[in-house]
């Protein structure tokens, strides 16, 4: 079957740090861009960040930028995005999201069934 | 940075035709994709590249793309659907993604 399976998400304290993984199955991997998406409670889509199919490349939205890290392990089917210095506004369901193609802009054709980010003290 | 502009919400009542749109600095020039969000469901891609409908999706979707406006259009509404539609560009200025800010379609 194909899918992604996100894991990870929680309860962290503002300032905190925490690591999301999104496990591919069903399909060849390396063969796509892979992406986060996030959506915070009551808002739209927003994008987080995206990683080419070798992952020496990698976009980040601008508030993300210097605090999250995207990375991907292409012998485990796997993507991560490491977040630290997390504040409230980072609350969202994280989406992880796989491409239609090696471009990191290609239209997302499979979505995760997410993982839930709160941050709160 | 790059702003794509949608509707917040759109009413259309059953058999008739909705179209959302999707504002943005010359769209017509980018590549456009669309995504339904129902309650509780992750997105499902609904039209990729301005106007190819993925497998699976109904004929009655369809898509638009030039000058600064990007068009979703379904025909013969159905209750089911009702729910939350985001267009989406890659901005290759700036390599980002970009999401509009959605639009919930109600069907009367």
């Known amino acids: 079957e194909v899918q992604l399976l996100e894991s990870g998400g929680g309860l962290v304290q503002p300032g905190g740090s925490l690591r999301l993984s999104c496990a591919a199955s069903?399909?060849?991997?390396?063969?796509?861009?892979m992406s986060w998406v996030r959506q915070a409670p009551g808002k739209g889509l927003e994008w987080v960040s995206s990683i080419n199919t070798g992952g020496d490349y990698t976009y980040y939205a601008d508030s993300m930028k210097g605090r999250f890290t995207i990375s991907r392990d292409n012998s485990k089917n796997t993507i991560y995005l490491q977040m630290n210095s997390l504040g409230a506004g980072d609350t969202a369901l994280y989406y992880c999201?796989?491409?239609?193609?090696?471009?990191?802009?290609?239209?997302?054709?499979?979505w995760g069934q997410g993982t839930v980010v709160i941050v709160s003290s | 940075s790059y702003v794509l502009t949608q509707p917040p919400s759109v009413s259309v009542a059953p058999g008739k035709t909705a179209r959302i749109t999707c504002g943005g600095n010359n769209i017509g020039s980018k590549s456009v994709h669309w995504y339904q969000r129902k309650p509780g469901q992750a997105p499902v891609l609904v039209i990729s590249?301005?106007?190819d409908r993925p497998s699976g999706i109904p004929e009655r979707f369809s898509g638009s793309n030039s000058g600064n406006t990007a068009t979703l259009t379904i025909s013969r509404v159905e209750a089911g659907d009702e729910a939350d539609y985001y267009c989406?560009?890659?901005?290759?200025?700036?390599?980002?993604?970009?999401f509009g800010g959605g639009t919930k379609l109600t069907v009367l």
């Open positions: 069903g399909f060849t991997y390396s063969n796509y861009a």
């Open positions: 989406h560009v890659w901005d290759s200025r700036s390599d980002h993604s970009v």
């Open positions: 999201a796989k491409a239609s193609g090696t471009a990191a802009g290609a239209a997302v054709d499979l």
């Open positions: 590249y301005d106007s």
